[in-house]
């Protein structure tokens, strides 16, 4: 898989992208990033990448011309006009990361994880001119409710959660099925001993989605806190089950949001 990095701050992913899974990933071959410098497909001596808004306001918008140019310079080909605008094969998404856009979920990973190619287009001031976000990007997306200064910590953070549900990205598969905001669908009853060796599925209905459970290990008793007797007892069916309640706890304590149990 291709991920493509349209920014004015290339420097910026010099840290974030060397470490952990996306940096095994790229040595394992199963990814590659390629960061564009945008300011490259300027025309001017002073590589003006931004100018100010019709109709006025305060701050600065980053300008379509040298955007349009990046995307159709690592595409090969032109993105067209408004008399035939080109469209992408479904295996591409060309990206822009904006507080106004769609929220990032982990739906919206499992569902790049499928793509050959994301191109992000990294917005910075104010803005971005909204014809690139009508006809130059596939979506529009923001990774939370708040406003950051650039694209750029969207874009890392939306490379990792892709990267490690790539196939091969993680040593146990199980550990991005049984996780925060993956759906579950196996009962306690049907949890053997074998399964618990690997991970501990738990059972809400399928669109359920819910916060990891509790995690313990040594030592058993730290400061005076305890490791819950459930977890060391041996009972497999037990473990999940508890493992089950906590995470519906949880979730229930730190995202009602997600949507109560049904049944």
């Known amino acids: 898989m291709r991920f493509d990095l349209i920014t004015i701050f290339p420097e910026f992913f010099a840290g974030p992208l060397d470490h952990g899974i996306v940096r095994k990933a790229r040595e394992a071959g199963l990814i590659e990033i390629n960061v564009q410098d945008l300011r490259v497909f300027t025309k001017d001596k002073h590589r003006t990448v931004d100018d100010r808004p019709f109709g006025g306001g305060e701050g600065m918008v980053l300008k379509p011309e040298p955007l349009f140019e990046a995307v159709e310079y690592l595409v090969h080909d032109s993105m067209g006009d408004a008399v035939a605008k080109r469209e992408l094969d479904s295996n591409t998404a060309i990206v822009l990361l904006s507080a106004a856009g769609k929220r990032f979920t982990q739906e919206t990973a499992r569902r790049y994880a499928q793509l050959d190619r994301i191109l992000f287009i990294c917005g910075r001031y104010e803005g971005v001119d909204e014809r690139v976000a009508e006809y130059l990007a596939t979506e529009e997306v923001s990774i939370g409710d708040f406003v950051l200064s650039g694209g750029e910590l969207a874009a ?16 146990n598969e199980a550990s991005s099925q049984n996780e925060s905001f993956s759906p579950r669908g196996q009962s306690a009853e049907s949890f ?8 501990a599925p738990l059972w809400v209905p ?27 007892g041996g009972n497999h069916r037990e473990v999940a089950k508890w493992r089950r309640e906590q995470a519906l706890e949880k979730t229930k304590r730190n995202r009602p949001d997600l949507g109560r149990e049904s049944g």
């Open 206 to 232: 399928a669109e359920r989605l819910l916060l990891d459970f509790p995690h313990y290990t040594r030592p058993a008793d730290f400061r005076g806190w305890k490791v819950p007797e459930v977890l060391i």
């Open 156 to 171: 890392a953070l939306i490379v990792d959660a892709v990267t490690r549900l790539l196939p091969g990205a993680l040593g």
């Open 192 to 199: 053997s001993a074998e399964s618990a060796q690997h991970a």
